[in-house]
């Protein structure tokens, strides 16, 4: 009886697991993001249905090796954080590479896509007297940011260009401030020009031996000299 009563109790503990599982599964396919588990040798063990989004069936990632997916020029970046084993704050997060979409160009080429990615080790506790616990598997969630990438370069883009006209303008400024001092100082060197050749008339008629004078229209005289 008592054996009967203990595989009535693991049963129920087999279908609890199993429905637990279900629906962990369903909640994480509604997820637009690819989450995805690795197990210890770097094989997809499962993947959501975000998958689709990237161009990938879930049953066609099953198997593969993470890096099969992964830019070969990326694949230094990709290393030991799409295959995390650390957990925590040491565990990766929002790390940006490039990953190969399925989906073909009309060029038969495979579509680079930006990714996020945060991922953390799995650890499984062993069973015996010393105890401790085992690294078994990876879980992470893969992100699109081609959005966000093509924002933050219009954004830079739109910084560059904003600082462009701005030093455009101040120079613009700076050109007609130079200009105006240029135009004003050269007024003054005429206006002083004006002077000195006046006093220098002056003199000369003052010193001149011979009476001179101005005369206006009605006959008043405007100028005498010495």
Not at 3 to 12: D, P
Not at 123 to 134: H, L, R, W
Request: charged content about 35%.
């Amino acid at each position: 009886r008592e054996i009967e009563k203990q595989l009535a109790v693991n049963k129920l503990t087999e279908e609890f697991i199993r429905a637990s599982e279900t629906n962990y599964r369903n909640i994480m396919n509604l997820f637009p993001d690819l989450i995805y588990r690795l197990d210890s040798e770097g094989r997809f063990t499962y993947v959501s249905q975000g998958s689709a989004g990237f161009g990938f069936e879930p049953e066609h990632l099953i198997g593969k090796r993470f890096n099969e997916i992964v830019h070969p020029d990326d694949r230094h970046i990709a290393q030991y954080r799409f295959n995390e084993k650390r957990t925590g704050e040491r565990a990766a997060r929002r790390v940006e590479f490039r990953i190969l979409s399925s989906k073909e160009t009309k060029n038969c080429e495979f579509v680079e896509v930006p990714i996020q990615l945060s991922a953390m080790g799995i650890y499984q506790n062993k069973i015996g007297e010393n105890g401790g616990s085992v690294f078994f598997a990876t879980q992470g969630i893969i992100r699109d940011i081609t959005e966000q990438k093509r924002m933050r370069e219009w954004l830079f883009k739109a910084k560059d260009e904003l600082e462009r006209q701005v030093k455009a303008r101040t120079e613009l400024l700076v050109k007609v401030n130079r200009d105006l001092g240029d135009e004003m100082q050269a007024r003054k060197m005429t206006i002083l020009a004006l002077r000195d050749s006046e006093q220098r008339l002056r003199d000369i008629l003052d010193n001149a031996p011979l009476v001179i004078f101005l005369k206006d229209p009605q006959g008043h005289y405007c100028r005498v000299n010495r």
